[in-house]
């Protein structure tokens, strides 16, 4: 396969570094309910927050239930 050279095509901005889960926005104690505990885990450590993570089965969905339990960065 041949690949075309293409010139003067500019780079695309980084995207920001937004969180899909509400960290931010949550005090110490708040919670939210997911669906994958392993990906919100990994979101609250690249961001910088501690959270505590239970299987639940509230409401309709099965999933977890994510506390911030620390400041944050």
């Known amino acids: 396969m041949k690949y075309?050279?293409?010139k003067?095509?500019?780079i695309p901005q980084k995207p920001t570094?937004?969180?899909?889960?509400p960290f931010s926005e949550m005090?110490?104690?708040d919670s939210f309910l997911c669906s994958n505990s392993e990906k919100a885990r990994s979101a609250a450590k690249?961001?910088?927050y501690t959270v505590t993570i239970r299987s639940t089965n509230e409401d309709v969905l099965k999933g977890y239930r994510v506390w911030r339990i620390n400041k944050g960065v």
């Open 4 to 6: 075309k050279i293409q």
């Open 8 to 10: 003067n095509i500019p």
């Open 27 to 29: 005090n110490i104690g």
């Open 17 to 21: 570094n937004q969180c899909e889960y």
């Open 46 to 48: 690249k961001y910088g």
